[in-house]
């Protein structure tokens, strides 16, 4: 019997003929089933049999009509339709070396494919607006008008400043010439004043390397980086940072090390001024707390515990004195994956696996039955960054379904949520930057995108100047004054071992 056609719609009764051979039509010899390098595959017939009707001939079909049609194409088990080449290919399961007709890597084409379109985009002059309507000379002549406030003419300038942001390399300058810059980035972060940036990079022959970046801006916008001279390496792996204000603001790093077979874990809290050789000040407090496995760990800046610092552990958050060494510790449920204190008053919120957000006043002792927790409210999943706003009855957090949310922490209800986000098991933190009204965020698929911190608008996505892994997701940085007083709003991303910058200024010169 003749095959069935997928695009006569009807499986034809018509038998084979003694001078037929079998898969071929006779006349214009068409093999049903051709054979590929890349593996056997199913072409669909785009003649019909001469006992079809003419009306259901392909030729008298338009283009657009057989291009609907290649793309409406049956899902055959195993196969996969390529409209471009309109015949299907023979998938093979899992990860495959010899063929890459894999789901996989199919997926990945598509994916590497959307982000070529969107680095295309991003190099026109002429940006999509983040709203419609949305540009700055129509924003001055409503300020003029006074039909808009001033608050929400600055805020909406900064969103149009995001969409214009244009990628420019960073070239990393150092006194010492035998440090190389083939390491990849693994995490960046700023401190207060945005000067100085943390770096933590993976080394090729395992472990890491860690140090820090300075940043100076110039009167007419330029950025110039410099790496400190001393970099340190460690076989174990940094789980989380923060900038500790010890002596003065920003003159500590804290970092929380995880052990790795005989070497055990512990956080560490070195001087800033230990990696650079031509600072002339004291190194200053250096201690190493043996605190193992932590997995957050934040400073606490209010006056009544400046010396204070908390770490998260499994099912532990400890707060410890860092001058005197007083320790107090809480038993929770779960892992305490995040933290941040609040500055007006010495309240630490922590995230935990379990999707459960909880803080702790200092101000009280621990309790066995958890009274102790000031707030208790849950997201979906494991929480992987909070971050407290300037008011702060208010609280964003992140968890590994994607989900960002705004939190009202008095009524402990969600009153704002940031759509787009992708994330399915990676610990990616969030960052805010309230005098621009932004949040920003990177995704496990390697993009950064950018919300109005007010309505959850999505202004910005910016892809991975790199292709994406999960080995190279960017970290980035993003600051009102990057390089110091006289220097721009703009993003800072590292991803590979590159360095790119996103200023506000569209004249910016390297």
Request: include cysteine; charged fraction near 20%.
């Amino acid at each position: 019997m003749r095959k069935w056609n997928w695009r006569e719609g009807q499986r034809p009764h018509t038998r084979q003929g003694a001078g037929q051979r079998r898969g071929w039509h006779r006349g214009n010899r068409q093999q049903w089933y051709e054979r590929d390098d890349a593996g056997p595959s199913h072409r669909p017939s785009q003649k019909h049999h001469a006992n079809q009707p003419a009306s259901h001939s392909s030729s008298s079909l338009p283009s657009s009509s057989s291009s609907n049609a290649s793309s409406a194409a049956p899902e055959l088990p195993g196969f996969y339709f390529d409209p471009e080449k309109n015949r299907y290919f023979r998938l093979l399961p899992g990860h495959n070396n010899c063929n890459p007709l894999t789901r996989e890597q199919l997926q990945q084409k598509e994916r590497e494919k959307e982000r070529n379109k969107m680095l295309a985009e991003d190099e026109n002059t002429r940006k999509k607006a983040p709203r419609r309507g949305l540009n700055t000379s129509l924003l001055l002549q409503k300020r003029h008008l006074g039909v808009l406030p001033e608050h929400s003419y600055c805020r909406l300038v900064h969103e149009v400043k995001v969409s214009e942001m244009r990628r420019h390399k960073l070239e990393i300058q150092s006194t010492d010439n035998s440090i190389s810059n083939t390491d990849n980035f693994r995490l960046i972060v700023g401190d207060s004043a945005c000067e100085r940036v943390f770096t933590v990079n993976d080394v090729s022959h395992g472990g890491c390397k860690y140090g820090i970046m300075n940043f100076s801006s110039s009167s007419k916008g330029s950025l110039s980086v410099e790496m400190c001279d001393n970099l340190y390496f460690t076989n174990r792996k940094v789980n989380s940072i923060c900038w500790a204000s010890v002596n003065y603001p920003d003159s500590h790093v804290l970092l929380c090390l995880v052990g790795v077979a005989d070497t055990p874990g512990c956080v560490s809290l070195l001087p800033a001024s230990l990696f650079s050789n031509s600072n002339p000040d004291q190194p200053g407090m250096l201690c190493s707390f043996k605190i193992s496995s932590a997995w957050s760990c934040a400073w606490c800046l209010n006056p009544q515990f400046d010396k204070t610092f908390s770490t998260g552990l499994s099912r532990r958050v400890i707060v410890k004195d860092a001058e005197t060494g007083r320790t107090q510790t809480y038993s929770v449920g779960s892992d305490v994956l995040a933290q941040q204190f609040a500055l007006r008053v010495p309240v630490l919120f922590n995230g935990c696996r379990s999707g459960e957000i909880f803080s702790i006043d200092l101000r009280q002792r621990g309790r066995r039955d958890h009274s102790w927790k000031a707030s208790r409210f849950h997201q979906e999943s494991a929480i992987t960054s909070v971050r407290v706003l300037q008011d702060e009855n208010y609280l964003l957090a992140a968890d590994m379904l994607g989900q960002i949310k705004l939190w009202d922490v008095r009524g402990t209800k969600p009153v704002q949520e940031y759509k787009g986000h992708h994330n399915e098991h990676a610990y990616l933190p969030i960052h805010v930057n309230e005098c621009e009204g932004l949040l920003l965020a990177v995704g496990q698929d390697c993009y950064t995108r950018l919300w109005s911190l007010k309505d959850g608008h999505l202004l910005r996505t910016i892809p991975s100047p790199h292709p994406a892994a999960n080995d190279l997701i960017p970290s980035v940085v993003f600051s009102s004054n990057l390089g110091g007083s006289r220097g721009l709003p703009g993003l800072l991303m590292a991803v590979k071992h590159d360095l790119y910058y996103f200023p506000y200024n569209t004249d910016y010169q390297e």
